[in-house]
């Protein structure tokens, strides 16, 4: 079985349907979203509308926690928060009470799927934490694989009951080890950070047992265009682009 993970969207339309398209050539049984649909990006309610058009199982994102309860806000960056309240007048109620549904995390077979951190967080960050909670975080939840997102930098943990091993995620398939615990980012489809300006998602394939960290293309200028002209912080539209790129609006 082949499964395609998505996550941190953050209203980028044209980024998921590029991604969408790069899905539909690669044999997949079934797509998860981990979490951030919304948030910096132009077009929420079209990537919402998508998701569930196309039967995507998602979980909730801080993003999501924070268009629906105030106090989140505070915990956020200062254009994280004017993004939330930008996204606020973007969506409409149905897409208020579809977010409010979803589940802090989803288990499908011997996978675990969650925002931040297993065993349910869509608030910890890896980066928080060190590699003796990471480990303890894997020991403490039965599936031997965990999908998470919420940092924008896919890297993956193999964990075999003695020593925790960072995993290089390189664009392709890395091969994982039999009989061990993986914990793996799967970066950012809306906004990578990392100095690519391309979508990034993974297909986890359960019966090669590897996962292939796709990096795809997509009209980065249009989505930018759209940030500014609905008033989002400029920052988030520079940030879209490669490390060096100056946008100018």
Not at 45 to 70: C, R, S
């Amino acid at each position: 079985m082949k499964i395609a993970i998505l996550s941190d969207i953050h209203g980028n339309f044209e980024a998921l349907k590029s991604v969408y398209a790069d899905i539909q050539e690669n044999d997949v049984d079934n797509l998860v979203c981990l979490g951030d649909m919304i948030g910096y990006g132009p077009e929420p309610e079209a990537v919402v509308n998508f998701m569930v058009e196309k039967g995507i199982a998602g979980v909730v994102g801080n993003h999501e926690l924070a268009t629906l309860e105030d106090a989140l806000l505070e915990e956020m960056s200062g254009d994280a928060r004017a993004s939330i309240l930008i996204t606020r007048t973007l969506v409409t109620d149905n897409t208020l009470a579809l977010i409010r549904k979803l589940p802090r995390y989803r288990i499908l077979d011997d996978m675990r799927f969650v925002h931040g951190m297993p065993p349910d967080s869509a608030t910890t960050y890896l980066t928080w934490v060190g590699d003796g909670e990471i480990a303890e975080r894997m020991k403490a939840v039965p599936q031997r694989m965990i999908f998470v997102g919420h940092t924008h930098h896919p890297i993956g943990y193999s964990f075999d009951a003695i020593d925790l091993e960072v995993l290089i995620l390189q664009e392709g398939k890395t091969r994982l080890r039999r009989n061990t615990r993986h914990l793996i980012n799967v970066g950012s489809v809306g906004q990578p950070r990392d100095g690519d300006a391309r979508a990034r998602y993974v297909i986890y394939d359960t019966e090669a047992d590897d996962v292939d960290l796709r990096f795809v293309p997509y009209d980065v200028r249009k989505t930018a265009d759209r940030i500014v002209a609905l008033g989002f912080p400029t920052y988030n539209a520079q940030r879209l682009f490669p490390k060096k790129t100056v946008f100018e609006s």
